[in-house]
């Protein structure tokens, strides 16, 4: 009987550490950022589905287009009428890993530089980008943030010629993700 209860006992711990490894949040935070001479543009999107598994290092964002926010109504207007077309593509998503995630101790408070590789689908195109990244660990909670580049022209996200000094050719993404929740 005692074995019985022992086994069931490590079952139990073993399942709940395996369910640990996984952290998310659902209000993660994507933003881009496109300047010229004529205008900048920004727009944020904070209800974004982000999952780490501290274990593997997969890594995994969902967002929804029209989730997007900008200060101006008719850039909103715009952006998902005529460049995104978020009806016809209403989802953005990134599946990667992030590198060397054996090497971050989450128990312990710092900050880690990391390297992010996977798939990012936008507009229908999906490419692989390699981007940095930092992963942050304070008091129990883990943050993973990251700033980089992307292309319009790699997502046939295309600008026509009567606007093509007020938006660049590349945009800035950032993410921003505060990974309070557990699986």
Known sequence: MKRFIFAVAAVVFFNAAAHAQK???KNGLVSFFSTTKMEDIKADNNQVLCVLNTQSGDLQFSLLTKGFHFAKALMEEHFNENYI???K????TFKGIVGDISKIDFTKDGNHTVSVKGDLTMHGITKNITAPGTITVKGG???AASKFMAKLADYNISIPGAVKNNISESIEITVNCNLDQKM
């Open 23 to 25: 952290v998310f949040t």
């Open 141 to 143: 909670k883990i943050t």
């Open 85 to 87: 077309e978020s009806s």
């Open 89 to 92: 593509f209403p989802k953005a």
